[in-house]
């Protein structure tokens, strides 16, 4: 300190004592009092604020406490053991021509071979067992929609890497058949149909599925067996469908997906098949021999009666016994970063005895780019098949098709798809037919099915 | 003088772009956690359901925000490049083959905290700007 400071503050003090001391004990009182008062006035000012604070704050509190507690509930709820999920599609399409697959396709327009709405409900049993079931009603099954269950089953996670589902699971014949009713989970308006359309859909039995990594690469392998099939088609009614099984192995790694399957289904019981073609008792008896089955005639012709002492029959059946194994084995492989995607997708059907039919292959490939909210895409597929040794007439054929489309996101859940799918080409009786196992030709050059589909996950 | 207003400069974009250097998402979890991080794969397997348990083996149970919340907008464009429709077309397969179920959802930032503070197998996403005291940060991307 230096001696100018010094000297003020020597000063001061001076100046500051005297007026202590001249203070008399009544000012000194009223001073205190006054003090008193503010800190009294302070005093309720702060006891006011924490109360009207307090209020809100105490409200708030509550709130969240209320939400927390709700929330763990929630949480608690490993312990939520309900899930209901749904999807549904509502789709018109017009044929050029009647079209008799198992879709409907026909020259009116018509939402009954697409529309179809499933529900799943989902039941945590324990920490690792689980239970299923998917119901799905199709337009296209009858006249009422009717629901049938999809997928019922059990699951047990015994593992990281391994489950066990036992009950009704669809057969994993390629890439989308497990989610062959999800409109949602696939590009096109419906799977190629030049390989989609089997005639088995799901089985009863049992499946195992371990998922395990190598390296940066992620895979599944699916191993299942059947006690029994359910089949969509009218065809194989007095066919029964048996020792069903497959394995397949998905693999992903980054964009790439690639999936290599197989699946053998065994088919015993009789197949008949009805004729409108003349024909006479020899000829009859030829079919019978060669094929080791029965052909009757339904209805004498006519017109011809008889010549050369024979008698002409102009609708007639063949009752074959059939027992055979299909093998489907297929290959797929996926690219889809985001914006552009392509699937290629092929199948080969081999059959032991090539009874009800030849040996067949599939091949399709898809293209598509995802803009914003719009997806142009575009397929071009080509199916084949050998003749099938038992029906009289048959021959190979073939088929190719290409189809152009545009889906639009309409919100997170819904979207909207046009699609024009072109079928040309057509070698043989081109398998769309209700009478596809008559011998003969098709009578058309090519086909259109131009289709609307509204498609919605909730 | 010129050598001054470069660095000034310098510091002013150094500034600037700090501003948009700023984490927009963050996956959070329980302090408690063995992982120190997660890398971005890892952190997409996780929330797609394909992997179930985080790195050092702890069971993981992650939990997404209600669709339309903008942090699992960008939380799932940036760390898994899908969109909110491409993610539903994905769920679907998996739900409707009965391979997965959709992780459990909750209303926004503020609830994922509150539920990874109190729950050590917990994994979430909330916003860059979010305030993470008392959870551990595992991953953060701009």
């Given at each position: 300190?230096?001696?100018?400071?010094?000297?003020?503050?020597?000063?001061?003090?001076?100046?500051?004592?005297?007026?202590?001391?001249?203070?008399?004990?009544?000012?000194?009182?009223?001073?205190?009092?006054?003090?008193?008062?503010?800190?009294?006035?302070?005093?309720?000012?702060?006891?006011?604020?924490?109360?009207?604070?307090?209020?809100?704050?105490?409200k708030n509190v509550k709130k969240n406490k209320k939400r927390i507690s709700k929330l763990k509930k929630l949480m608690d709820s490993e312990k939520e053991r309900f899930q209901m999920n749904g999807f549904m599609t509502v789709a018109a399409s017009k044929a050029d021509a009647e079209l008799g697959s198992a879709y409907h396709f026909n020259d009116r327009v018509n939402f009954r071979g697409d529309s179809k709405v499933g529900m799943q409900f989902d039941y945590k049993l324990s920490e690792d067992m689980d239970a299923t079931i998917q119901l799905v009603a199709r337009s296209r099954d009858e006249d009422v929609w009717t629901a049938d269950a999809e997928w019922a089953y059990v699951g047990k996670r015994f593992t990281d890497w391994m489950k066990v589902r036992v009950g009704r699971l669809r057969i994993?014949?390629?890439?989308?058949?497990?989610?062959?009713?999800?409109?949602?989970?696939?590009?096109?308006?419906?799977?190629?149909?030049?390989?989609?359309?089997?005639?088995?859909?799901?089985?009863?039995g049992m499946d195992v599925a371990f998922k395990f990594p190598t390296g940066p690469v992620n895979h599944r392998v699916q191993v299942w067996v059947a006690g029994w099939t359910n089949t969509d088609a009218?065809?194989?009614?007095?066919?029964?469908?048996?020792?069903?099984?497959?394995?397949?192995?998905?693999?992903?790694?980054?964009?790439?997906?690639?999936?290599?399957?197989?699946?053998?289904?065994?088919?015993?019981?009789?197949?008949?098949?009805?004729?409108y073609s003349d024909i006479n008792d020899a000829g009859l008896a030829g079919y019978a021999f060669a094929t080791g089955g029965t052909a009757t005639c339904l209805e004498p012709s006519p017109v011809l009666t008889v010549i050369a002492g024979e008698s002409i029959c102009s609708r007639w059946d063949l009752i074959i016994d059939i027992d055979d194994t299909i093998t489907y084995n297929s290959l797929a492989f996926q690219y889809d970063n985001g914006t552009f995607f392509t699937i290629y997708e092929a199948a080969l059907l081999d059959l032991k005895e090539e009874s009800i039919f030849g040996n067949g292959r599939a091949d399709v490939v898809t293209f598509g780019y995802r803009f914003q909210s719009w997806t142009p895409y575009i397929a071009g597929g080509v199916t084949e098949s050998d003749p099938a040794n038992l029906i009289p007439g048959s021959t190979e054929t073939s088929r190719r098709s290409w189809l152009l489309g545009l889906q639009h996101i309409l919100n997170d859940s819904t979207s909207i798809k046009f699609e024009w799918n072109h079928l040309y080409d057509f070698e043989g009786t081109d398998g769309f037919d209700e009478g596809a196992l008559e011998p003969g030709e098709t009578d058309l050059d090519d086909a259109n099915i131009y289709t609307i589909a509204i498609d919605a996950v909730f | 003088m010129k050598k001054s207003m470069f660095i000034y400069a310098l510091f002013l974009s150094l500034f600037i772009y700090s501003g948009f250097v700023a984490a927009e998402v963050k996956i959070v979890a329980h302090p408690s956690l063995k992982d120190a991080s997660l890398t971005k794969e890892v952190a997409a397997k996780l929330f797609l359901g394909k992997v179930s348990n985080f790195p050092s083996g702890t069971k993981a149970i992650p939990i997404d925000q209600e669709t339309g919340e903008e942090a699992r907008d960008e939380?799932?464009?940036?760390?898994?490049?899908?969109?909110?429709?491409?993610?539903?077309?994905?769920?679907?397969?998996?739900?409707?083959?009965?391979?997965?179920?959709?992780?459990?959802?909750?209303?926004?930032?503020?609830?994922?905290?509150?539920?990874?503070?109190?729950?050590?197998?917990?994994v979430g996403y909330v916003s860059g700007d979010m305030d993470t005291t008392g959870a551990k940060v595992l991953f953060s991307m701009p």
């Open positions: 300190m230096n001696k100018k400071i010094r000297f003020i503050f020597t000063v001061l003090l001076l100046i500051g004592a005297p007026s202590v001391f001249a203070m008399s004990d009544a000012e000194i009182e009223k001073k205190f009092d006054a003090y008193e008062a503010k800190i009294k006035a302070l005093e309720k000012k702060v006891n006011a604020s924490p109360a009207s604070v307090n209020k809100k704050m105490v994993p014949f390629y890439l989308y058949s497990e989610s062959l009713d999800v409109g949602y989970s696939y590009p096109w308006v419906r799977p190629p149909i030049d390989l989609y359309t089997t005639l088995v859909t799901s089985f009863d009218d065809a194989l009614d007095d066919i029964d469908v048996y020792d069903t099984r497959g394995v397949n192995i998905t693999s992903s790694w980054r964009a790439f997906t690639l999936r290599l399957a197989t699946t053998s289904i065994a088919l015993e019981g009789t197949q008949t098949t009805e004729f | 939380f799932y464009q940036k760390v898994t490049n899908k969109t909110a429709a491409q993610l539903k077309s994905y769920w679907s397969r998996l739900i409707f083959t009965g391979q997965a179920l959709p992780n459990k959802r909750v209303l926004d930032d503020d609830e994922v905290m509150e539920l990874i503070i109190a729950n050590p197998n917990l």
